[in-house]
């Protein structure tokens, strides 16, 4: 027997709800298309404008108006993957609102179809909401409800509300209508409540295969809203579920098990994206019609369970999602980079995944700054890249401590200095915050500096080293070249030079004019790490898009991720895993979460220290 709802989707789809946006239409605040505009003061940090978005609006209202004594939210993904950064933005707005308002949110895996889902993003889920620096009230599952929503279903069945249907998907579509004619009642619509009840009572026990019947919402197949054409909100599914084993042969459709999970949990604003828009009327049908406020004896399976409740009239709240460009966002799309190979893992640093961004370097305080200043709105729009990278380097300029490396290494011997000169010279771990202290750089008559830092016939402009020209060593003084070694085939191998004794820190030669700056570390003492440089996963705006034949497979950027040997000075080999960096004239690093140790450290790039993607573009 073919199943009568798994081909309809459960859940909607974003793609779908942008066929719902009419861009301008009144009441829908503006939010810039491919915003590359510099961004408006941040709304984070002490002395910040708080955000005052159109939700945050409401609730105030709510609050003033005595229409809730507190504010109670919930943040409820399906444990069917990892969350992505467009969870940033739900989290920032349920957890956020909550925490902003001296209210409360709940974490509520919405785990109802239970084939997709598996603990191990629960776990993840967890970590990253936590990460993001949340907390939440009450962990829930929609499944901690499953016996409050069958007697709510029994109950609707009772009140003439709900009946069995036996229809195959392919007879309900059919019956279904389309956007421009009404739909056509079901033959089994007119059952009598105590036929409903018993097959109802025998789908739960187990009796029918999967798809033979569904329980259908009894509201209109006229409705101008195809999601009131007597929706379906239960299914036979014979599967296991990660929470509840084999106790249910049926399991509850999204809307009606998500509106009842946030009445029973007291969820004052419900807030969720646009899809959700044109399913708020089917929300409020299932609150209102169930009643569970006035029906204690529903949510008695609870008290049982030791799970406090309190039942309210939640009100659903939809605001847009947060797309960005360069990027896919799709749990489907991501799970296949995975599995076919694509990248190493759900937190390979070049997903956008949370797992997968927190391991490139993005901080909790970048994200959030970075969805507070795109703020909320009702129109979806798709976001660019580069403002999230900037904010990125806009935080870790201000926090991260600056540390030296070398990533393509070339000797430089001093050979005015002693054979086995060594030295210790105090640097300040950031030049614009002091509170950061001072850390000791060794320092000796060998050196690596970065290879493109010299050029034997130098272009136009070029400040850096040349052969007989100065330079300045960062922190340690003026050296020249005199010699350039070579290997047979002509490559610049070693470079050997003076250092200036006059232009030691702290002299007066120290001052002397030269052109440019370049780092350095002590080749005695620099400790070798492995540098991954990732960059964009893709190296289209639009990997999604398809019109021309090719997938978002076609468009990976072959140079997301190149790894090199390099030195780092000891101090940055000593960093916790986690820990953030500004190397020097490179870019901004983190030690890898996974695999760093301090002695053999590993560094990824989190973000390059200017854009180079606009003017690729
Ligand atoms: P799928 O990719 O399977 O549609 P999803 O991305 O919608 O899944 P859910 O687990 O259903 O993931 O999402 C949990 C919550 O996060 C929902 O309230 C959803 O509205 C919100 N959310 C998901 N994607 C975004 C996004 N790009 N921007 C803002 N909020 C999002
Ligand atoms: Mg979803």
């Not at 959700?276 to 006035?294: I, S």
Request: glycine share 6%; aromatic share 8%.
């Amino acid at each position: 027997m073919p199943s009568n709802v798994n081909q309809c989707p459960d859940r909607p789809s974003a793609k779908l709800a942008n066929h719902h946006i009419t861009p301008g239409s009144p009441g829908r605040p503006p939010e810039p298309n491919v915003s590359t505009a510099p961004a408006p003061p941040a709304a984070e940090g002490a002395d910040a404008p708080r955000p005052t978005d159109f939700i945050r609006q409401i609730v105030r209202e709510d609050l003033s108006s005595g229409r809730h004594g507190s504010i109670k939210t919930r943040f409820p993904p399906e444990p069917n993957g990892f969350l992505h950064i467009g969870h940033a933005r739900a989290i920032w707005t349920d957890f956020g609102i909550a925490a902003e308002f001296g209210g409360w949110c709940n974490l509520r895996l919405d785990d109802t179809n239970p084939v997709k889902e598996d603990p191990v993003y629960v776990e993840a889920i967890k970590d990253d909401v936590r990460w993001l620096g949340y907390d939440w009230h009450d962990l829930r599952h929609a499944s901690d409800y499953f016996e409050v929503l069958y007697l709510a279903a029994e109950k609707l069945i009772a009140q003439g509300d709900a009946f069995v249907c036996d229809l195959t998907a392919e007879q309900v579509r059919e019956y279904r209508g389309s956007l421009t004619e009404p739909g056509r009642n079901s033959p089994y619509r007119d059952r009598s409540i105590e036929e409903n009840l018993d097959l109802f009572r025998r789908m739960r026990a187990g009796e029918f295969p999967d798809g033979a019947r569904t329980l259908r919402a009894k509201i209109d197949m006229a409705a101008g809203n195809i999601n009131l054409r007597d929706p379906a909100l239960y299914r036979i599914k014979h599967a296991e579920h990660h929470q509840t084993g084999n106790d249910w042969p049926i399991y509850p459709m999204y809307d009606y098990a998500h509106s009842l999970s946030d009445a029973v949990e007291g969820i004052t604003h419900s807030l969720c994206t646009l899809e959700f828009e044109d399913h708020r009327p089917l929300y409020d049908w299932c609150v209102d019609k169930v009643d569970l406020a006035h029906h204690p004896e529903l949510v008695a399976p609870l008290t049982g369970k030791g799970l406090p409740f309190e039942a309210s009239k939640p009100r659903q709240i939809e605001f847009s999602r947060l797309n960005i460009n360069y990027t896919v966002m799709s749990k489907r799309k991501l799970m296949a980079l995975v599995q076919d190979g694509l990248v190493e893992s759900w937190d390979d640093p070049r997903m956008p995944s949370l797992q997968g961004i927190r391991r490139r370097g993005y901080t909790p305080s970048a994200l959030k700054l970075f969805v507070s200043r795109l703020g909320l709105s009702k129109q979806n729009s798709m976001i660019d890249f580069s403002v999230l990278e900037n904010t990125l380097r806009e935080d870790l300029d201000a926090h991260a401590p600056r540390r030296m490396a070398v990533l393509a290494p070339l000797k430089f011997v001093l050979t005015n200095l002693p054979e086995g000169h060594t030295e210790t010279l105090r640097f300040s771990n950031h030049p614009k915050d002091e509170t950061q202290g001072e850390r000791d750089i060794p320092f000796s008559r060998e050196l690596w500096i970065e290879q493109d830092d010299f050029a034997e016939v130098p272009p136009k402009g070029w400040k850096r080293l040349v052969p007989g020209g100065d330079i300045r060593l960062r922190g340690a003084g003026i050296a020249r070249v005199d010699e350039v070694i070579k290997d047979a085939d002509g490559n610049v191998v070693e470079l050997r030079g003076w250092l200036d004794p006059e232009s030691r820190p702290g002299m007066v030669g120290a001052d002397r004019k030269v052109k440019g700056t370049i780092h350095w570390v002590s080749a005695q003492h620099a400790v070798p790490a492995e540098v991954r440089l990732y960059d964009r996963l893709f190296n289209v705006p639009d990997p999604d898009d398809d019109t021309d034949g090719k997938t978002y497979r076609d468009h990976l950027n072959p140079d997301s991720r190149t790894i090199v040997r390099a030195y780092v000075e000891p101090a940055a080999a000593l960093a916790a895993p986690e820990q953030h960096y500004q190397f020097e004239r490179i870019g901004y690093f983190v030690a890898d979460r996974r695999d760093h140790r301090s002695d053999a450290p590993v560094f990824n790039r989190s973000v390059t220290l200017r854009d180079t993607w606009t003017t690729k573009a």
